[in-house]
């Protein structure tokens, strides 16, 4: 009862938050230069031609109307119809989403998979050879950019070696992932260089806390120590630096899938900037926005579960 009362008041809180994401998305597009029937028609297209399109495409009402029709189409989850391709944008999101859940969710697996075992092992091990070996990881997974780690895994294991597809999503569940693993690679060793950093700082500072030094005096040995005292109370900042790790695994998949010339939402919103769909680009700002939230509620939840005084609190 508690729990679901929680999570009532955390979706209630961002509320406002989405509304002004949406304000905004909506509002910046207007004020970008750019006409898109203008795009759409050329540079020769005569002004009746652009005055018909806008009709068309529902830039000819007043500017309050149109936010109203767009906030009514994001509540409906219809989101209107590209203005470029006269799809459904619904319909468009179905067909893309999915490639970036994929992407998103694989590479935060292979990120907590390298990261949290390289965080523990560095903070035992401080000082020594491991601990060298998994900062300098830390280092360049903080100095690489994604897109140029994955222009040069690409270069190597697709292009020189042929293990790994050059590009597209695949067809069929084996084929789609064997088309991932390449690219979640690529943000999932980013991702683990920022969680050892962050799984060595946190596990530090518990060990030398008064409850570790307890546990070792009554003869506790060193790994039940680490994995049964220290790691539990060190997994509140990693689970919130996870849930940062998240979203900018989510921004850095854009980035992952023009590389690959994978499908899914970045590709769609790059195209969609490009040609000034603004239904297309409003969406997929919508889902982002909407990840945020969910991301941040996954959050607080975990929270509630490692430490049991935030979730009496709540």
Do not use: C
């Amino acid at each position: 009862m508690r729990m679901a009362r929680t999570i009532a008041l955390r979706v209630l809180d961002a509320v406002p938050t989405v509304l002004l994401v949406l304000t905004l998305v909506f509002f910046a597009l207007r004020v970008l230069p750019g006409d898109p029937a203008r795009v759409a028609l050329g540079e020769f297209a005569t002004p009746e031609q652009i005055a018909a399109l806008h009709a068309k495409m529902g830039l000819d009402g007043p500017l309050a109307w149109q936010y109203l029709t767009f906030l009514r189409d994001v509540a409906t989850l219809r989101f209107g119809t590209s203005f470029v391709s006269s799809e459904p944008v619904g319909a468009m999101l179905a067909q893309n989403l999915p490639y970036t859940i994929d992407l998103t969710v694989l590479a935060t697996l292979f990120g907590v998979v390298m990261g949290l075992p390289l965080g523990v092992a560095s903070a035992r091990r401080r000082g020594g050879p491991v601990d060298f070996g998994a900062r300098l990881f830390a280092l360049l997974g903080y100095a690489i950019p994604d897109f140029y780690l994955g222009a040069l895994l690409l270069i190597w294991l697709a292009l020189d070696t042929g293990l790994f597809p050059i590009s597209g999503g695949g067809e069929g569940a084996w084929d789609r992932f064997y088309h991932l693993i390449l690219p979640a690679f690529t943000l999932g060793v980013i991702k683990a260089a920022f969680l050892s950093r962050l799984t060595r700082g946190a596990l530090l500072e518990t060990l030398g806390r008064d409850f570790v030094r307890t546990a070792r005096a009554k003869g506790a040995r060193e790994p039940r120590v680490v994995y049964r005292h220290a790691l539990r109370n060190a997994l509140l900042p990693v689970s919130n630096g996870l849930a940062l790790s998240l979203l900018s695994t989510l921004s850095g998949a854009v980035a992952i899938e023009l590389i690959f010339n994978r499908p899914g939402i970045g590709t769609m919103l790059v195209e969609a900037v490009s040609t000034r769909d603004y239904p297309v680009v409003q969406a997929g700002l919508v889902v982002f926005s909407l990840f945020v939230v969910a991301v941040n509620l996954l959050a607080d939840l975990l929270n509630g579960v490692i430490d049991p005084r935030i979730r009496a609190a709540s």
